[in-house]
């Protein structure tokens, strides 16, 4: 027998009425955050960061593919790694159906990694994925945008801290450094220039984690007590 309180119909109705209220408050102030995060000031990159792609090798203006804005995933696959991380595959799962809208709305997508561009590929024919990913391990843009560390540096930059939260309290395995870490930074190119607008780590990216927004609303929520439960999801027992 169930211990969660139960009510009748218009008791329920009473406190969905009060939490609707909590609801639109939240909402405004997303909305206020929303206005804040595009209010930042942009950084000018000067900095001629090299990707290898399917189609030859690129520059960071090259991955907007003609649009004015540029999202990109930081998906956390190193060259030490056989396979992509879990997590990131299922953010991967969520956006590359979306895309296609975002490309239609002025807005490139791009997911990079520090695998090589071989290893990339092969696991997105595994997962079935169409968005592009691109390798960036011939530069330091990973470094650059706190996705990738050696342990020096992830000790010594305090923004780092601040940015991944508890990723950075995490210790790292000395035999699989540099570390790995995921995020998502934007990017605007303005006559001809790029400027960097934007990145979230951690807990600030999880709203890009799409399968968590329909679980907290879910009766159980995200009912993690017994730990990491998702898998890849070509990995899940049918």
Known sequence: MTTHTTATHEEWLAARRELLDAEKEHTRRGDELTRRRQALPWVRIDKDYRFDTEDGEATLADLFRGRSQLIVHHFMFGPHMAAGCPSC?????????????????????????????????????????????????????????????????????????????????????????????????????????????????????????????WLDRAPLGRNEEGGQWFRRHDEYVA
Do not use: C
């Open 89 to 213: 595959s299922s953010v991967a799962d969520g956006y590359d159906g979306i895309r296609v809208h975002l490309e239609n709305h002025d807005v490139a997508m791009a997911t990079v990694s520090r695998a090589p561009l071989a290893a990339l590929s092969a696991y997105k024919r595994r997962m079935g994925w169409d968005f592009p990913w691109v390798s960036s391990g011939r530069s330091d843009f990973n470094f650059d945008f706190d996705v990738s560390f050696t342990e020096d540096r992830l000790t010594d930059v305090d923004r780092a801290e601040g940015l991944h939260h508890n990723y950075a309290r995490t210790p790292m395995d000395p035999d699989v450094l540099p570390a790995e870490l995921p995020g998502m930074s934007a990017f605007v190119l303005d006559d001809g220039v790029v400027f960097h607008t934007y990145s979230a780590y951690a807990r600030g990216a999880d709203v890009l984690w799409g399968m968590y927004q």
